[in-house]
């Protein structure tokens, strides 16, 4: 599936990557700009990192789930990166309302 139409960046190439990255260091916080970078690309208009950050958190789930790693460091790491999510989130949020107030 199509998930940044303006690199055309597959769902797979975001999958294989996140899992490059987590055979190099399986504990690392992956966001979406390590991903692009990672595939040589940048974020255009960003509209698909949320999408992006759902196939990371899903991707990183999977992993540890086939590695039979300690449930408890998953969900420690899972929750970290929910939160920070969450929290770019509000951030943008934010940003556009002072944006918005400023026009």
């Known amino acids: 599936m199509l998930v940044c139409s303006c690199n055309y960046i597959t769902d797979r190439e975001i999958r ?41 958190i899903r991707t990183t789930e999977d992993y540890h789930a086939s ?12 929750e970290r990166l929910k939160r920070f999510h969450e929290e770019q989130k509000t951030a943008s949020l934010e940003r556009r309302q002072r944006a918005a107030q400023v026009a």
Do not use: S
Not at 72 to 77: C, H, I, K
């Open 16 to 56: 294989d990557v996140i899992n490059e990255l987590l055979d190099e260091d399986c504990w690392q916080l992956i966001v979406p700009a390590k991903v692009y970078h990672a595939m040589g690309k940048r974020g255009r208009c960003c509209g698909c990192f949320p999408n992006v950050v759902d196939i990371i």
């Open 67 to 78: 590695r039979q790693t300690d449930g408890a460091e998953v969900v420690d790491f899972m």
